[in-house]
C-alpha cells in the first residue's frame, strides 16, 4: 500500500521553543494533506487540511498561529508547534489523500509523539 | 451532517473465533467507506476502502461489506488472531473533505 512517513517519530523540547514535524508521501502525490491530534485513548481530532501551494484550513478552536502548516509540495506538509507549551504534548499524526487513487484512498503516518518539559 | 457510529465500543474474544465490527452512519450518500486499524501509539493502517459503488471488499482474513440503503457497513474478521487486537475505526472518505471517523471498536483476541 501507499506509504506516509511522518518525522520525527518522537521528539521532545523545552517550553517556548518550537518543534517541526514532517508528513511525507513516499510513493504518491498528495494535494491534500491532513494533520490529527489525539489524546491518550480518545479519538483523533482534525486540526487542520492543508492543500498544496495553498493557506491550510484550520478546525474551529486551532490556533493557527501556534500550529503552522506549510504545505510546499505535492509531497510534503509541515506542521510547526511554535512557543510549544506542556499542554502541547500530544501524539500528532499526518493523512494524505492520494490524488492519483480513483478511489481516493487516504493513507496515515506513523504519528509523532510530542512532549513538551 | 454525517455521523458515523461504531458500536460496540470495545469487544473482547478468544483467538480462532469469527468475528463482525459494526459501523452505521446517518447520511446514505457516502462516497467511500474506509476501514483502518490503530495500535496503542501508532499511526493508522488502511485496511479495506469500499466505494459507494461496490458492496464489498476482501483482503485476507478480513471482509467489509457496505450497505448504502440501511447505513451499514460491517468489518469481518475470519479466526482471529491476537496479532488482531487494535482499535478498529470507520470512515466515510468523502472527495475533498476530511475522513469522519466513528469512535472505534477496540479488539481483544486472548490466545
Known amino acids: 500500500g501507499a506509504v506516509v512517513s511522518q518525522h520525527p517519530s518522537r521528539v521532545i523540547c523545552k517550553s517556548g521553543t518550537s518543534v517541526k514535524i514532517e508528513c511525507r508521501s513516499l510513493d504518491f502525490q498528495a494535494t491534500t494533506m491532513f494533520w490529527y491530534r489525539q489524546f491518550p485513548k480518545k479519538s483523533l481530532m482534525l486540526m487542520a487540511t492543508?492543500?498544496?501551494?495553498?493557506?491550510?484550513?484550520?478546525e474551529q478552536g486551532v490556533e493557527k498561529d501556534k500550529f503552522l502548516i506549510n504545505h510546499a509540495s505535492l509531497t510534503l506538509s509541515t506542521l510547526t508547534v511554535t512557543s510549544a507549551h506542556p499542554e502541547d504534548s500530544s501524539f500528532y499524526i499526518c493523512?494524505?489523500?492520494?490524488?492519483?487513487?480513483?478511489?481516493?484512498?487516504?493513507?496515515f503516518g506513523e504519528g509523532s509523539w510530542l512532549t513538551v518539559v | 451532517k454525517q455521523e458515523v457510529t461504531q458500536i460496540p465500543a470495545a469487544l473482547s474474544v478468544p483467538e480462532g473465533e469469527n468475528l463482525v465490527l459494526n459501523c452505521s452512519f446517518t447520511d446514505s450518500a457516502i462516497y467511500n467507506l474506509q476501514w483502518f486499524r490503530q495500535d496503542p501509539g501508532k499511526g493508522l493502517t488502511s485496511l479495506l476502502l469500499i466505494q459507494s459503488s461496490q458492496r464489498e471488499q476482501t483482503s485476507g482474513r478480513l471482509n467489509a461489506s457496505l450497505d448504502k440503503s440501511s447505513g451499514r457497513s460491517t468489518l469481518y474478521i475470519a479466526a482471529s488472531q491476537p496479532g488482531d487486537s487494535a482499535t478498529y475505526l470507520c470512515a466515510d472518505n468523502q472527495a475533498g473533505t476530511a475522513l469522519i471517523f466513528g469512535k472505534g471498536t477496540t479488539l481483544s483476541v486472548s490466545s
Open positions: 492543508s492543500n498544496e501551494g495553498s493557506k491550510a484550513t484550520y
Open positions: 493523512s494524505a489523500r492520494d490524488r492519483g487513487s480513483p478511489r481516493a484512498a487516504i493513507y
